[in-house]
């Protein structure tokens, strides 16, 4: 069973980070609460679905600096901000850097756990997506080299008779190839097929 998307918060203020985790839990979502950037990074796994809150201002490695590290590690969590009334301009700016939301201090939990219910639910869409194309590409690789060839040419529309042509094979071979094509890649369709080439070589 995969684990169970979790609320990430990182906050210095021991008083927040009680209010968060009441609130998650009892909304019946799991949370795990870190008083600084450095405790988190020490034990975060990012494999785990969920959604990051931070408060901007700590000592130490504020919120924005934890942005920073976890985006240059190609980590896709969403990222929500909690600041206080002085640091909206630089949440402003975070929003900018590619964080989902921010939450102004002092917490309202209705507010708090519906920002963090749907960034869970992007990082779920998101997480499956990466999935998918991952599997995809595991298929693409399965293929031969010539079913490779193949494939590329059946996607930017060439017949059987000009991919023959091109690859200087007979037009059953390339029947063959592409019927081997279609079963391997489980597309459903031309169209089908065309959509997954564009997702392997995004």
């Known amino acids: 069973m995969a684990p169970e998307p979790t609320v990430y918060a990182v906050d210095d203020d021991i008083v927040a980070r009680i209010v968060l985790e009441e609130t998650f839990k009892a909304a019946n979502l799991s949370v795990e609460t870190y008083a600084s950037a450095e405790e988190f990074l020490a034990r975060y796994d990012g494999n785990n679905g ?16 934890l942005q920073k590290v976890l985006s240059e590690r190609g980590d896709t969590t969403p990222v929500i901000f909690l600041s206080g009334a002085d640091d909206v301009t630089t949440a402003v700016n975070a929003l900018k850097a590619g964080a989902l939301d921010f939450i102004e201090k002092p917490i ?81 369709s031309l169209a089908d097929l065309v959509q997954m080439a564009i997702q392997i070589e995004n």
């Open 108 to 188: 309202e939990p209705t507010r708090v756990v519906e920002s963090v219910r749907a960034a869970i639910s992007i990082d779920l869409k998101s997480r499956f997506e990466r999935m998918k194309i991952a599997q995809i590409r595991q298929r693409f690789e399965s293929l031969t080299s010539r079913e490779q060839e193949v494939m590329r040419w059946v996607v930017a529309g060439k017949n059987n008779k000009v991919i023959a042509n091109i690859l200087n094979i007979s037009s059953r071979t390339v029947e063959v190839h592409r019927r081997n094509v279609i079963k391997k890649m489980e597309a459903e």
């Open 50 to 65: 969920g959604c990051l809150l931070l408060d901007i201002m700590m000592p130490g490695m504020d919120g924005l600096e």
